[in-house]
């Protein structure tokens, strides 16, 4: 007892006010301009919040500790003590209000719609109607949207919106005007549309009870405000306007600050959360049926060609088999969905995971018919041929219905793993059951719920697959085993 | 039918066949004897076209297989050799996926393009011959394996070749099966086939073949009528193997 008092006391003391870090977290993926890896120096993080941080921990007396995590999981983060506050452009929403409490704000932003040069429909979200507008998940703008009724696609990163844009994969994108001045105004192929609109406000999150700190932050704010240091910063990066100038005098000046926020986020309703995992069911099933079905014919021909063909086609099905096997497939669905458009070949989500997934399968499924194939004893063949046939139709009529019959079970088995690798489609903006659980538990914070209900999505998908497998399978042994039988009793 | 000469065989150097040379004439039956590694089974296998010749050659009718053939050349006449001879093999190799009647048309319809409906009229015909009527619907796993023998039988028999060859029919038999396939052959060769069978026992061959041909090394140390090859064996070798087989 009085070891631990000693040590507590000598710790207070050599650990200065000054030493106490202030650990902050963001999402630095794509996450220019509020915080974001430096691309001069890519293990170095810059942005205005970084810069804002780093003058908040000063203020504060504190060393600044900044934790790179990731932006849906954010508030469960906090709650989890991955760090002690969120600095990542945060709107104080009222689901976030259930579980976090804010600071004072320090930023207005406002929304603005980016459209490509060429466009000359959209003038406002109000053209948008039978356009799709793509943005972040779980957002001002998205609730926005929602609310709208304007059919949105969530993106994980702004870069991934824009570029989809570019690629007349959406029609416009909504954003919060930080990153619409750090992304549009550098291209020469975007244009705003209309003025920003719509008003919210930043704050930083902390944990429920941590009043103490909320205190030590809401005078850090302040004082990086009275001092200029946060107007310097945001002249600095081009987002200092007259919103500013009006929440910095109102700070300035003692008032409560109020944003009067025309948009509170709609209450989680279970039965739409519902009916949207249906829908995300529903793509999963067409991506991991769509995808099965391109592994099953190019494996075949990977296959052949690895075991018999000339010594070129041999290697390049060997590279191709190595090269899909050996890298993951989520780096191939990302370079299938974002390098493919730099040579013309822009494809949807749906159909990039559809295809990527079942280029990758074709590679697991031609040594499933490789095995399978070579399992067939060479007397099969020189039966075939000795009645005549030439090698395709031995191949067609005699070997293959053998080879498929051995490779059945490991097929279905790979079958029920694609189901579940359909969830890597997230990365790429598609609304399957993974992504449908992560956005609507992030916007309600029902993890535990959510993740049974999509988990019996998972099952009720899976279960009668391999309940049809095993029957199949059994179908094609029984029918020789009653035959055995009989002929025991004969 | 069938003539060979001076076949030479050869894998990795060695050579299996050493210089053969034999005829059958048109309906009768050649047995083919000899201890194991003796070359019997590769002779069958060059004699339909499974393994390339290396020296020599192979005639039957007007078809010559010679070695200074190009490949694509040789492959061409190897198919239509195989046009005229049947092949039973040692271990059948029937199709496990396809039932017995299956396995029987397969090659007809596919190959020869005849009509289903017929194929399978010639089919329960053949089925009928070798005694398996009431199993057409069955596959082959379910069968004995004297059955599963009647069905190569039929199988082969299905594309009409002029000519028959099996690899040790007898192995997998028990002695009253084999006395049953006997039976089975003579008359198919009474009806008019020319058949050409490896075996290692002499009983089986006894009655059923007309010459017999006894090798060893790769090389045919005696030939002639089965009577004068059982009974009075010129050859040493040939005596003690016939001794030893008796």
Known sequence: MIAVTLAATLFSFSSARAQQPLRWGADPSGGAPYVFNDPNHPDQYIGYEKEMADALAAAMGRRPEFVPSDWETLVSALGRGSFDVIINGLEPTADRLKQIQFSKPYYIFQLALTVRNSEQQIHSLADCRNRVVGTLGNTAASRLLEKEGVPLRGYADPVAAYRDLELKRIDAVLMDVPAEVFYVSKSKTLKRAGEPFFRGTYNIGLRKGDDALKAEVDAGIDKIIRDGTLEQILRKWNLWNDAQTELQAQIRAGQNVNVANELTSSSFNWREAIWRLARAAVVTVLVAFGSMIIALFLGLPLAVGQSKGPPWLRWLCTIYIEFFRGTPVLVQLLFLYFGLPTIGLAMPGWLTALVGLGLNYAAYESQVYRAALEAIPRGQWEAAYLLGMNPLLAFRRIILPQAFRIALPPMTNDFVSLFKDTSVAYAISVWELATAYRELANASGQFLLLGVAVSLFYLAMSLPMAHLARRLERRLQRREAIQAVEAEIV | ?246
Do not use: W
């Open chain 2, 1 to 246: 039918m069938i003539r060979v000469e001076n076949l030479i065989k050869q894998v990795n150097g060695t050579r299996i066949l050493r210089g053969v040379s034999f005829a059958v004439a048109p309906q009768t039956v050649l047995g083919v004897i000899g201890a194991s590694g003796s070359g019997k089974t590769t002779l069958l296998r060059c004699l339909n076209g499974l393994e390339r010749i290396d020296g020599g050659l192979i005639e039957c009718d007007s078809i010559r297989l010679e070695t200074n053939l190009s490949a694509h050349e040789y492959a061409r006449r190897v198919k239509e050799l195989r046009r005229k001879i049947g092949t039973v093999f040692q271990h059948l190799y029937l199709f496990p996926h396809l039932t017995v009647l299956g396995n029987i048309i397969e090659a007809p319809v596919h190959v020869l393009r005849v009509p289903r409906r017929k194929a399978e009229s010639e089919a329960s015909e053949l089925l009928n011959a070798v005694g398996l009527k009431e199993k057409a619907r069955r596959y082959p796993e379910s069968l004995s394996g004297g059955e599963q023998q009647r069905v190569a039988i039929a199988r082969a028999l299905a594309m009409h070749p002029a000519l028959l060859m099996f690899d040790e029919p007898t192995s997998a038999l028990d002695p009253k099966r084999s006395a049953g396939l006997r039976s089975l052959l003579r008359g198919f060769v009474e009806r008019g086939h020319t058949m050409v069978i490896v075996s290692h026992s002499i009983g089986f061959l006894e009655g059923l073949a007309d010459n017999l041909l006894y090798m060893e090394g790769g090389e045919v140390v005696e030939s002639g009528e089965t009577d004068q090859i059982l009974n009075s064996p010129k050859d040493p070798r040939t005596m003690d193997f016939v001794e030893q087989a008796k």
